[in-house]
């Protein structure tokens, strides 16, 4: 089955640096590649979604890049403010199936 | 709307209690998922519903049960439970229960086994 590592677990910036998570898959057959951010006391919530035939998306702070050669793909928040302070956890999916494979989650803190 | 709510928000039982949770969406999606999340852990998926029909089960323990009454439900009827069950439970849909379908999550239900 597919197994997704993510890094670092956890990350501290200062307000207005960037952020850069990285995970990396290793099922070559997974094409969907979700971000889920994770508030204290709430479900994932969506932010942005990449998939195999893409290498890169954008969405105002926040965008993805996808390495299908090399099986990684990475969030990348910029200008980052103290509400981006959450968990967030790549996921891989692959195309034969509807299960989400989950990395392990990675710990946000933006310092004002 | 991408809303997927769920019912109660938090719930303490004892061993032998009965108790179920409830997840409801109206975005017209056709499958529906369980899954159980400890803290500082990823979701782990439980079950999934494609129209209704249970098509997968993570080798659950059967205290768990799931129900899917109608598209736009979905139950966990909880019975038996351990303090090792104590986790937040989530429920999410997507769309056909295709691959590559985007799962959105609902708000959870934080159980607690005492």
């Known amino acids: 089955g597919e197994n997704v590592e993510q890094h670092p677990s956890t990350l501290s910036v200062q307000e207005g640096d960037s952020a850069v998570i990285k995970c990396t898959y290793s099922?070559?057959?997974?094409?969907?590649f979700p971000w889920y951010k994770q508030e204290l006391g709430k479900g994932p919530q969506l932010i942005i979604d990449?998939?195999?035939?893409?290498g890169e998306k954008k969405d105002q702070r926040i965008a993805v890049t996808l390495n299908k050669t090399a099986k990684h793909f990475s969030l990348h928040i910029t200008e980052t403010q103290p509400e981006d302070s959450a968990v967030y956890f790549c996921?891989?999916?692959?195309?034969?199936?509807?299960?989400?494979?989950f990395g392990t989650g990675t710990s946000l803190t933006v310092i004002p | 709307d991408t809303e997927v709510t769920q019912t109660p928000k938090h719930l303490v039982m004892g061993m032998t209690n009965k108790k179920s949770l409830k997840c409801e969406q109206h975005m017209g999606h056709r499958a529906m998922y369980w899954y159980k999340q400890k803290a500082k852990k990823p979701p782990e998926l439980m079950f999934v519903?494609?129209?209704?029909?249970?098509?997968i089960n993570e080798s659950v323990p059967s205290r768990f049960s799931p129900e899917c009454p109608n598209s736009s439900l979905l139950n966990l009827h909880l019975h038996a439970l351990q303090p090792e069950d104590s986790a937040l439970y989530l429920c999410?849909?997507?769309?056909?229960?295709?691959?590559?379908?985007?799962?959105?999550f609902g708000p959870g239900t934080r159980l607690t086994v005492l």
């Open positions: 990449i998939r195999s035939n893409v």
């Open positions: 999410a849909s997507s769309q056909e229960g295709r691959a590559a379908d985007t799962q959105y």
């Open positions: 996921a891989a999916l692959p195309n034969t199936g509807n299960q989400f494979y």
């Open positions: 519903y494609s129209y209704e029909k249970l098509s």
């Open positions: 099922d070559s057959a997974s094409n969907y």
